[in-house]
């Protein structure tokens, strides 16, 4: 029992460096003054954004497929990020019946902006940190990386 405690607590204080990291890093990119015009989003909606992004254009229900998430669900968020304008959602000419997801000239132009800003603040850390720890790090995470990769349906 002692070996599975020390694994929660190894995996609480992982969970709770990555939630410091993502916040630090999402609040100093989307909240900034100098930053890009950037309406103020949630994290999911940043990230369901740069799915749309990575996508090019999808489907609701391939959106909903990628995130893990329920047809509903998406198209609610979808509808408020479409409110927004970071979003535009048109109805497919091939299948009446879809719709098809894109993100907007301006929002591809803002978040490649702060894709930028985080590379460049993740640089920073890593000076911060030293290149001991940063060997360590890219260690860890090219193992998490492998681990993941075998989870996944081919």
Known sequence: ???????????????????????HHF????????????PAITPHQFHMVKAVRDHGSVSLKKLAEALGLKAPSV???????????????????????????RV?????????EI??????????????????YARMWCRVCDRIQEVLAKEQPQ
């Open 27 to 38: 609040q100093r990119h989307l909240s900034e003054e100098d930053g890009p015009s950037f």
């Open 75 to 101: 198209s609610l968020m979808v509808d408020r990020l479409v409110g927004m304008g970071m979003l535009t959602r048109d109805q497919n000419p091939a299948d009446r019946r879809e719709v098809i997801i």
């Open 1 to 23: 029992m002692p070996n599975q405690q020390r694994i929660r607590d190894q995996a609480r204080i992982i969970a709770a460096t990555e939630y410091l990291v993502h916040r």
């Open 104 to 112: 907007s000239a301006k929002t591809s132009a803002n978040i490649e």
């Open 115 to 132: 894709e930028r800003r985080m590379l460049l603040s993740f640089t920073e850390l890593v000076e911060k940190i030293g290149p001991e």
